[in-house]
């Protein structure tokens, strides 16, 4: 079997965020993940499961969010996606970048970082 292109993975990548975003967070991991695969939040015990439970818990807490992809990166095994996350109403919500390593067209390895984006601030280029 080929290795899929750096576009499949790039949907990929974009698919699973929008499908936990949604709340179908068992159907984007089933589809997605190796659950043998790692990840690198450090608020959550190592292992896939674990991020996954955290997921699951984060979706029952706020059930409603916005997810807006801003950009799609990737390169060889690779794809990093740069989104607006606002978890309610009136909330400025985050810039965050989520990093993929694929083996195939699985997710093994996983990167998340966020920035809070303040009401008020001195850039006036904004966030994106």
């Known amino acids: 079997m080929p290795e899929p292109s750096i576009e499949t993975r790039k949907k990929i990548a974009t698919q699973f965020l929008q499908w936990v975003i949604a709340g179908q967070i068992d ?4 589809k997605y993940a190796d659950m043998n695969g790692r990840h690198h939040n450090c608020y959550f015990p190592a292992g896939l499961p674990a991020l996954k439970k955290a997921m699951i ?6 059930p409603v969010k ?5 950009n799609v990166i990737g390169e060889g095994n690779m794809v990093a996606v740069h989104s607006h996350l606002i978890p309610s109403q009136g909330d400025q919500g985050m810039v965050t970048v989520h990093i993929f390593r694929f083996d195939s067209d699985k997710i093994v ?8 984006i303040p ?7 904004g966030a994106f």
């Open 66 to 70: 916005q997810f807006i992809i801003k």
């Open 57 to 62: 818990d984060n979706h029952k807490q706020v």
């Open 119 to 125: 009401a008020e601030m001195p850039n006036k280029d």
């Open 27 to 30: 159907e984007a991991y089933q």
């Open 109 to 116: 390895e996983f990167w998340d970082c966020g920035q809070q």
